[in-house]
Every structure is written in structure tokens, then in C-alpha cells.
């Protein structure tokens, strides 16, 4: 499986941007996605999740501003509004959930990362 994110960028506080992660490849295996983001320093974090089913869970900094879904088996969106500074990061998807979702470690398959920077 493989997975390729797009559309990070920079972008004021207040503004918006909606990140995209197509996945190909054997897909059979696949029911939960999910974005995590890493900020310089820092280790990579949980932001979002989503079951094939819809099935939503969030981080509590983003809840009520970021939107994560799914438009097709192999593609979940993370729309990003009312951005803070605080949420400059690469941001990464994932796939293939083999633990608990809120652990980096649990996941098999990871996007290339995609920056987000949020000026003030």
C-alpha cells in the first residue's frame, strides 16, 4: 500500500486549507485512516481518524476545526479551518490500524508528510 498526501502550504492564522491522501494498492485491509502531524522537536501526534464506515474521532485542539473524511475507500481529506500557529506541522496520513489509533507506532503504512505552516 502505498499512500501520497498533498495539499499543505502556508496560510495565515484564521485561514483554511484541506489536505488530501490517496492510498493504492491492496487495499483489502484497509478500514481505518488517519492524520498525525510532527512539529520540529517534537514527536508525531495524532490529529484525526476515520473508519470506512464514517466513524470520526479527533484530538481535542481540533475538534469543532478540523473535518476528516472519507470521499472513497482509497482517499481521506482533512479539512483544516480556523488554522493556528500552533498547528504548523508536517502532517502525515495513515493506514492499516494494527493497535490503538492514537499511537504513531500502531499504524502500517505512512504518506510522505506534507508541510502546513500557519503564520500569525
Known amino acids: 500500500v502505498q499512500l501520497q498526501a498533498s495539499g499543505g502550504g502556508l496560510v495565515q492564522a484564521g485561514g483554511s486549507l484541506r489536505l488530501s491522501c490517496a492510498a493504492s494498492g491492496n487495499l483489502d485491509s484497509i478500514d481505518r485512516m488517519g492524520w498525525y502531524h510532527q512539529a520540529p522537536g517534537k514527536q508525531r501526534e495524532f490529529v484525526a481518524t476515520?473508519?470506512?464506515?464514517?466513524?470520526t474521532t479527533y484530538t481535542e485542539s481540533v475538534k469543532g476545526r478540523f473535518t476528516i473524511s472519507r470521499d472513497t475507500r482509497n482517499t481521506v481529506n482533512l479539512q483544516m479551518n480556523s488554522l493556528k500557529p500552533e498547528d504548523t506541522a508536517v502532517y502525515y496520513c495513515?493506514?492499516?490500524?494494527?493497535?490503538?489509533?492514537?499511537?504513531?507506532?500502531?499504524?502500517?503504512?505512512w504518506g510522505q508528510g506534507t508541510q502546513v505552516t500557519v503564520s500569525q
Open positions: 495513515a493506514a492499516q490500524l494494527v493497535g490503538n489509533y492514537r499511537y504513531a507506532a500502531s499504524w502500517g503504512y
Open positions: 476515520v473508519t470506512s464506515g464514517g466513524r
